[in-house]
């Protein structure tokens, strides 16, 4: 059974930056496709990048080129570099395997990027 603990976030301004990190527990971690994903109030629960475990990433239209997704298998750790984060971008954000389990769900990391 592996668990996901999401941290990282908070308050930026328009174009700022954070890094967020998602620590596993489990030792099988390194053989599954990880994701971030994001919910803003309102709306659906989408995902924003994964990466596969030979390191290959993709990302939504919408934050390719500002976040960048990455994994430590030695350290059971994901993280997204987020970068010009604009007033869109504020949302619980969440990693997950790749498709994502309902058993997995952590609380997230809150985003809120506003002036």
């Known amino acids: 059974q592996m668990q996901f603990v999401e941290s990282g976030g908070g308050l930026v301004q328009p174009g700022g930056s954070l890094r967020l990190s998602c620590a596993a527990s489990?030792?099988?971690?390194?053989?599954?496709?990880m994701g971030w994903y994001r919910q803003a109030p309102g709306k659906q629960r989408e995902l924003v990048a994964h990466v596969i475990t030979d390191g290959s990433t993709n990302y939504a239209d919408s934050v390719k080129g500002r976040f960048t997704i990455s994994r430590d298998n030695a350290k059971n750790t994901v993280y997204l570099q987020v970068n010009n984060l604009k007033p869109e971008d504020t949302a619980v954000y969440y990693c997950?395997?790749?498709?994502?389990?309902?058993?997995?769900w952590g609380q997230g990391t809150q985003v809120t990027v506003s002036s």
């Open positions: 997950n395997t790749a498709p994502p389990s309902a058993r997995y």
């Open positions: 489990g030792s099988i971690f390194s053989i599954y496709a």
